[in-house]
């Protein structure tokens, strides 16, 4: 193991010239890369295998639609169904450029307010596909029986989120997510009972197989009874999600784990823009160190919550004590034109920095209020709990606090993590045969998504995208060998697998899993959460490495391999985790601007906004891994805008 | 707080299992129950014992994961609200708590609370969806769909597939699950084409998995952490003899 100050001295390798996106104007990129993809014959499809790892949105979505394409799906998850998925938390909505509302919406400017939203770090070309495909998936979703709002007349009803002035996000009361999977979980269902998708429940990935320098299959423990074993395919798919759980306290679900796509990228998948995580500013504050999970309150509350903090420090009066004009209703202030519905980066920022200034509310001074009072005057009880009567109830469950009466109090938190695998425009990474879709890639989003866009896309990866271009890949390796448990590389791979997992159970040592994680996560949301600074991530990058050192020398884990052993699950995680910190800290490092979720504090304007720096830095930063500890090779992407010219994102 | 819990271990589901009685101190009433199994657990591992297994994922009432019986209650004493949305302060200080798993014929034991809840997804295999292959959807505004329509299919989509239902049943009937996705889906003009095929095979299904038959006991829908209501069963009901009269004629 190297030192840290070694680990930094990456060095840039080729940048990535070409990302396969189609020439020509930018509305007609996908219809030309459909037309020109290979097709595999109706009658050859059964005979092809694709897995897909993980059954959240993009994950359920990919395997019921290559299934019914007729090709052989091979689908794992880690929960015990694949209705559980961590996409079935999502709450309030799905954009999509319908223009129902007559307000002058289309694809164009949902196009517009995605690039812009993303502070000018996606690409066009997937950003226009994506902004297109929307208004496909809500028809298809319709069509499954998904139950969205519906006004009297019995259309569908739309709501706003935030960076946008147009009301374009459909929505199920505060459950959009559970509504949304449980349509792609029972078309994939459906698939099971005929045969198309061979289901492995409660089994995780642990490494992918490379063979030929193609994806060729994984490694996946069993966690009922431990079996570790290997599956093979012509192609993987990895649904797997983001890694927002590097911090610990975050709104992902326990077991949600980037080991699928680390494993990946320690086979060669580059990794795109680990730095950008999104931190939501509408979370409930935590109560405690026995934290566990924060949970998020939709976005959708800003269409008709007003936020604010009191004017003076240290104001200890109840809300309901403090009069109006000694109210600071920060947002509406500084941004007029899109005040509470400023985006997600722009509110969680702010949040901080009333709370820094020491006007936050609540213990510790860590909130601020986000108050129904008006809404409930304007619209009445009535109509404020159809709209959000499951997430007002959600809050009072989880804080014994009645916000129809008490303005809610909120406070940022790790939600979502626009970073993940580098892919190409087809949604492959850098190996073959390995694609990535939903959270677990990189693509779309730039450096912060904007509210209702993370749905959005994984369906439109899973639905529409994938299946077009993975069939063009199958159809360009027609004839590859099969590979066996006996070839050498899943040997190699499963016995890596085996070492791993005995090296963890053999420490016995003194400290839990829990503590380590908690750890390195509390490490990671001072030094690489909110504001970002030269000084702090040298100090985490540092640090990292001890920790790691730590847990070899002290994890304990009871019991053993074969058998369902949570604690282990766990451990295993934690070994990806400091790894992917690291990268993360390293890369918040090398880019030494502010954009989006990616704050740093040495490149502000001078009112305190993010300051991009576009001549250095409007690339993807795509990181190949050389080693444990050792330092990464930088590939760029050089990012170019024909159609939404960067500028200072202005929400004033 | 100071608790007592009284909880089931079990090995796995070929050994016998048995309630074993644990300490815990310095639990705060902000504490969710799941946090307050976390301590204990900590405490277990640093003792060198095998930490209790319990499923558990999002935490926040939605994924349906967790699904403990707490007193003999399925998700504990609060309504409308899932184990780990449960949270300290719904107990006194110095109480003890028993804590056991899903208790049902046709959800066996996987290992101390965690059971086996794959039938579910099978009875979801056997109708519970609507046939709309991707690509074949019309625009979604082409058929209007009456507000009071939308908001029964919604209601009884909420289902979190935990199965609450089925452990606070007497007979162990998932009637209340399935009966959830019939009226959803039955309710909503795209699923008519289906309408027959799906009451019948899901609880064809349903019986097949070995869960009871329904006897309107309704404790069912008591213990419903999303509050499916108890007339949806009466719903399937009809909606399974109408299938039957349609399938004899």
């Known amino acids: 193991m190297t030192a840290f100050s070694e680990y930094t001295a990456y060095t840039e390798g080729d940048p990535i010239a070409d990302a396969k996106a189609p020439s020509g104007a930018v509305q007609e990129r996908w219809d030309t890369r459909r037309f020109e993809a290979k097709l595999v014959n109706p009658a050859n499809r059964r005979r092809r295998k694709v897995i897909v790892v993980g059954t959240g949105l993009a994950g359920a979505s990919a395997g019921a639609t290559l299934a019914e394409a007729g090709y052989h799906v091979v689908q794992f998850c880690f929960q015990d169904s694949p209705r559980r998925a961590h996409s079935i938390a999502a709450q309030g909505g799905i954009n999509a450029a319908k223009n129902y509302r007559n307000d002058g919406d289309s694809v164009h400017r949902l196009f517009y307010d995605t690039v812009k939203g993303g502070d000018f770090r996606s690409r066009e070309s997937n950003v226009h596909r994506l902004a297109q495909i929307s208004v496909e998936i809500i028809d298809q979703c319709v069509a499954q029986g998904v139950p969205f709002a519906r006004e009297y007349g019995g259309l569908l009803d739309t709501r706003s989120f935030g960076g946008v002035q147009v009301s374009r996000t459909f929505y199920a009361r505060g459950q959009t997510g559970q509504q949304l999977l449980l349509g792609a979980y029972q078309a994939m269902m459906r698939q099971v009972a005929a045969g198309g998708i061979e289901l492995h429940p409660r089994t995780e990935m642990l490494d992918l197989i490379v063979v030929d320098g193609q994806a060729r299959g994984i490694v996946a423990r069993d966690l009922l009874t431990g079996a570790i074993d290997t599956h093979f395919a012509d192609a993987v798919v990895l649904a797997s999600g983001g890694y927002g759980n590097v911090y610990y306290l975050s709104t992902n679900a326990m077991n949600s784990n980037a080991t699928a796509i680390w494993r990946a990228h320690r086979k060669g998948a580059y990794f795109g823009n680990p730095c950008y995580t999104q931190i939501h500013p509408t979370c409930i504050p935590r109560t405690g160190d026995h934290q566990s999970k924060l949970t998020l309150m939709s976005e959708s509350l800003r269409n008709d919550g007003r936020i604010w903090v009191p004017k003076a420090k240290g104001d200890s009066r109840s809300p309901e004590a403090i009069p109006e004009d000694e109210r600071d209703y920060y947002l509406e202030r500084q941004y007029p034109s899109f005040g509470n519905l400023v985006p997600r980066d722009i509110a969680s920022r702010a949040a901080k920095n009333v709370c820094d200034e020491g006007r936050g509310v609540g213990p510790g001074g860590q909130g601020v209020y986000l108050d129904f009072g008006d809404a409930i005057k304007r619209l009445g009880r009535k109509a404020v709990e159809e709209k959000y009567g499951n997430l007002f109830e959600m809050y009072e469950r989880i804080t014994d606090e009645d916000p129809y009466r008490v303005p809610m109090r909120i406070y940022p938190a790790v939600h979502y993590t626009m970073g993940g695998l580098w892919v190409d425009y087809d949604l492959q990474t850098t190996i073959p045969g390995l694609f990535a879709v939903g959270e677990a890639n990189f693509s779309d989003h730039g450096a912060n998504r904007l509210g209702a866009s993370a749905l959005m896309q994984g369906l439109a990866d899973g639905y529409f995208v994938l299946p077009a271009t993975i069939s063009d890949y199958l159809a360009r390796t027609a004839g590859a060998e099969p590979v066996t448990a006996e070839h050498p590389a899943a040997v190699e791979a499963v016995r890596q697998t085996e070492e791993r997992l005995a090296a963890i159970l053999a420490v016995d040592g003194d400290r839990t899993p829990d503590s380590f994680h908690r750890e390195i996560g509390e490490l990671m949301w001072e030094l690489c959460g909110m504001a970002r600074d030269e000084s702090g991530l040298r100090k985490a990058l540092a640090r990292i490495p001890e920790i790691r050192e730590e847990f070899w020398a002290r994890i304990k884990v009871p019991g053993t391999g074969e058998e369902f052993n949570q604690s282990l699950e766990k451990a295993n995680r934690l070994v990806d985790y400091f790894e992917l910190a690291e990268l993360m800290c390293l890369d918040a490092l090398h880019r030494t601007e502010s954009c989006g979720g990616h704050f740093r504090v040495e490149s502000q304007t001078p009112d305190g906004e993010a300051a991009r720096k576009d001549e250095e830095f409007s690339y993807v930063a795509a990181w190949e891994y050389t080693g444990l500890g050792e330092p990464p090779v930088l590939h760029k992407e050089q990012l170019d805008f024909e159609y939404v010219h960067p500028a200072q994102r202005s929400y004033t | ?249």
Request: aromatic share 4%; proline share 6%.
């Open chain 2, 1 to 249: 707080m100071k608790l007592t819990l009284r909880i089931w271990r079990q090995e796995n589901a070929s050994q016998p299992g048995r309630m074993q009685p644990y300490e815990v101190d310095g639990i705060s009433r902000d504490m969710s129950f799941l946090e307050m199994l976390d301590v204990l657990n900590e405490q277990l591992i640093l003792a060198g014992q095998d930490p209790v297994a319990f499923d558990h994922d999002c935490r926040e009432g939605i994924c349906g994961a967790c699904s403990l019986m707490i007193d003999g209650q399925a998700h504990g004493p609060q309504k409308k609200t899932t184990t780990c949305q449960l949270h300290m302060r719904s107990f006194r200080d110095g109480a003890t708590i028993d804590v056991e798993p899903w208790r049902a014929a046709a959800f066996p034991v996987v290992k101390d609370l965690v059971v086996d809840r794959s039938a579910m997804d099978r009875v979801i295999q056997a109708g519970g969806y609507i046939t709309a292959p991707t690509g074949a959807a019309p625009e979604a505004h082409a058929a209007p769909i009456p507000k009071p329509a939308a908001d029964l299919a919604f209601e009884n989509a909420e289902c979190i597939g935990c199965g609450a239902c089925v452990a606070a049943c007497p007979n162990g009937s998932a009637s209340l699950f399935t009966a959830a996705k019939v009226n959803h889906l039955n309710t909503l003009p795209q699923g008519a084409p289906e309408r027959e095929t799906r009451v019948i095979g899901m609880l064809a299904q349903m019986d097949a998995e070995g869960f009871g038959g329904c006897t309107l006991t309704g404790e069912c829908a008591t213990a419903c952490p999303k509050g499916i209501p108890l007339a949806s069963i009466a719903t399937m009901n009809k909606e399974w003899l109408r299938a039957q009269r349609k399938a004899t004629r």
